[in-house]
C-alpha cells in the first residue's frame, strides 16, 4: 500500500461482464494493464505500468495468500484466488483471480498474466473474508512481520490439510 494512502472503507464494484487484465513480469512490475484495470483501481495507464502490482495490495489481504500465490506461478502453476484489492483514492475492490504464468517459444516463464472476475458475493461474505480477518490477525499477533506471515502460512496448510483438500480444490469448490 502506498504509505500516503488513506483507507476510505468505498468499495467500488465492477460489471459481470467486465474482465480486468493485467500483466507483470518476472519481478511483479505491471507490464500491461487494461482500461477496467485502471478505471476501477483509479490509476492511469501511465500509472501502473513499470509500477509493481503490490501498488493495488490492500493491508487487509492475508500476506501468506500472496506467498503461495506467486510460489506458485514460479513454478509454473496457474492460481486462482480471492482478492482484496486497493484502490488509488483509499477505496477497494475485490476479485476472482485467475493467474498463470507466460512462457516463451522454449518453455520458459518471462511473466505472468491475470485476468479477474466479479467474484460471488456469498462466498466473500460466508468463506474469504471471515477467513482472511483470521489470516490477517495470525499474521499480526507476533511482534516480527516475518513469524507471523509464517505461522499464517503454517495455519493456511494445516487448515488445508485438516480438510483433506488442495488449495484449488479448496477455491473452485466454495
Known amino acids: 500500500m502506498s504509505s500516503g494512502t488513506q483507507l476510505s472503507g468505498a468499495e467500488k464494484t465492477f460489471s459481470e461482464a467486465d474482465i480486468i487484465v493485467s500483466k507483470t513480469d518476472l519481478k511483479g512490475r505491471i507490464t500491461y494493464c487494461n482500461e477496467i484495470f485502471c478505471e476501477i483501481a483509479g490509476y492511469s495507464y501511465q500509472e501502473l505500468i513499470g509500477q509493481p502490482h503490490s501498488v493495488i495490495r490492500h ?9 503461495f500465490l506467486w510460489k506458485r506461478i514460479a513454478d509454473g502453476n ?4 480471492y482478492v482484496k484489492n ?12 485467475h493467474v498463470t504464468p507466460t512462457f516463451d517459444g522454449v518453455g520458459n516463464i518471462i511473466g505472468y498474466h491475470s485476468t479477474r472476475r466479479v467474484p460471488d458475493r456469498q462466498i466473500l461474505e460466508g468463506v474469504i473474508i471471515p477467513f482472511y480477518q483470521q489470516l490477517v490477525e495470525i499474521e499480526q499477533s507476533p511482534k ?31
Request: with cysteine; hydrophobic share 40%.
Open 59 to 67: 493491508p487487509d489481504m492475508p500476506r501468506c495468500v500472496f506467498e
Open 86 to 97: 486497493l484502490c488509488k483514492d483509499g477505496g477497494f475492490y475485490w476479485v476472482f483471480a
Open 144 to 174: 516480527n512481520r516475518k513469524d507471523g506471515q509464517h505461522e499464517s502460512s503454517e495455519f493456511l496448510s494445516t487448515y488445508l490439510a485438516d480438510k483433506r483438500v488442495t488449495y484449488d480444490e479448496f477455491i473452485l469448490t466454495l
Open 78 to 81: 496457474e492460481v486462482f484466488a
